[in-house]
């Protein structure tokens, strides 16, 4: 260790002690959150400004953002996912995205790409390319995540379906960048709607050139259908003993899952991440339920088996009540509901019929609902 080193590693040490003993917290910015928040009220200590590079196009409805987060960002493994917070017309918004290129990337060049399908009517997909051209500013988490591959230990099989590559894109990439020796096989299976909807295709093909021990399917779902047992006998014979990740759209993974179960693969060697919360099958929906949102004084009913959020309900009834992350975590979409019982995708618990504070993006009517709306 050299003598800058250790005057920094001195001056951080020394800096964290003042904190805990002024503060009785971890750090300034810590103790300072709750001040600050009292005028900024997404405001957090642990969100980084950082900067975008470019905004590259992939293909008709997906672009890449290239970021350099702020210097104190901690870096990430391959396959995690950061949530990203930006102002848009006056309100703070976040959403959830993978990282799509890989930690030898950001060693390399320090920067990182994140990959984003555009949502058609989304409110913030499509705005992000224009409001976020080279030089625009955004807040960025910690990256977080527990699908993720830090090394191939194992043989790998993956399965990706339409933007669900984006994780497997970060860690073929380092993968193939990384120099690693892989000795156990890792095959990707990748499916699309049609040839123009592969992303990455060219580069994946790279990849596969650069590791040997790689092999990439695309999968044109036009042409041979949606996953199934007889596809993972002609693409990975030896998928039972192999480490299995999946990452698609919430259909995709329950059925890529129960197709897997069904060829006794055992649940802990699958790992799969949902991109939203969780696809709910509600026994007890045999009825359709009527959802009153009382102060717009609309009424929409929820038809019987149906598992639309309460969310996907109002905006379906023209309403426009406050969200951010639409997945579960940033509850900005907590509402009242008055009376009639939910379900919430994210516990996985029914409420009580009573009057109670629910969150909007992952609660799904079970019985006659009214809300504060
Ligand atoms: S929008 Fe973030 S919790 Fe519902």
């Given amino acids: 260790m050299n003598n800058t080193t250790d005057t ?3 001056l951080h040490t020394s800096w964290l002690w003042f904190a805990r003993n002024l503060t009785n917290n971890t750090s300034f910015s810590a103790y300072f959150e709750p001040i600050v928040q009292l005028l900024l009220p997404q405001w957090r200590a642990d969100r980084f400004r950082s900067k975008v590079i470019d905004v590259r196009r992939e293909s008709a409805d997906m672009y890449s953002l290239v ?14 996912y950061i949530e990203l917070t930006v102002e ?17 990337y950001y060693e390399k060049s320090g920067l990182i790409e994140i990959s984003i399908r555009i949502q058609e009517n989304g409110q913030i997909t499509p705005w992000l390319p224009q409001a976020l051209k080279s030089g625009g500013v955004i807040n960025l988490s910690q990256a977080n995540g527990d699908f993720c591959l830090d090394e191939v230990s194992k043989p ?11 994780p497997f894109r970060s860690m073929l990439q380092q993968i193939a960048q990384s120099g690693q020796a892989v000795t156990k096989p890792v095959s990707l299976m990748y499916y699309a709607r049609s040839t123009e909807h592969f992303l990455f295709r060219e580069e994946l093909k790279k990849f596969e050139q650069q590791a040997p021990n790689l092999t990439v399917h695309f999968i044109d779902t ?7 047992d007889a596809h993972l006998l002609t693409y990975c014979e030896d998928f039972n003993s192999r480490d299995i990740y999946i990452c698609g759209p919430g259909p995709m993974i329950l059925h890529a899952r129960k197709v897997l179960q069904q060829q006794g693969v055992n649940g802990d060697q699958i790992h799969y991440e949902f ?6 099958s509600l026994e007890g929906s045999e009825k359709a339920s009527s959802v009153l949102f009382q102060q717009s004084g609309k009424q929409v009913t929820a038809e019987k088996g149906e598992t639309k959020t309460l969310l996907t309900l109002a905006e379906e009834a023209e309403l426009k009540p406050v969200t951010g992350c639409r997945i579960g975590v940033c509850h900005q979409c907590i509402c009242q509901k008055k009376s009639g019982v939910v379900y919430n995708s994210k516990t996985k618990t029914y409420s009580d019929t009573g009057q109670e504070d629910i969150q909007l993006c992952v609660s799904v009517p079970v019985a006659d609902v009214v809300l504060a709306l």
Avoid: C, Y
Wanted: neutral net charge; proline residues 7%; hydrophobic residues 40%.
């Fill in 88 to 104: 848009k017309d006056g309100a703070w918004v976040s959403r959830f995205f993978s990282i799509s290129s890989s930690p030898e």
């Fill in 8 to 10: 920094s590693n001195l």
């Fill in 156 to 166: 790998i099989l993956m399965i990706a379906g339409g933007s669900g590559i984006t």
């Fill in 222 to 228: 036009s042409d041979i259908g949606f996953f199934s």
């Fill in 275 to 280: 991109f939203g919360p969780e696809p709910v």
């Fill in 67 to 80: 970021i350099k987060p702020n210097k104190h960002w901690q870096g990430f493994t391959a396959g995690q």
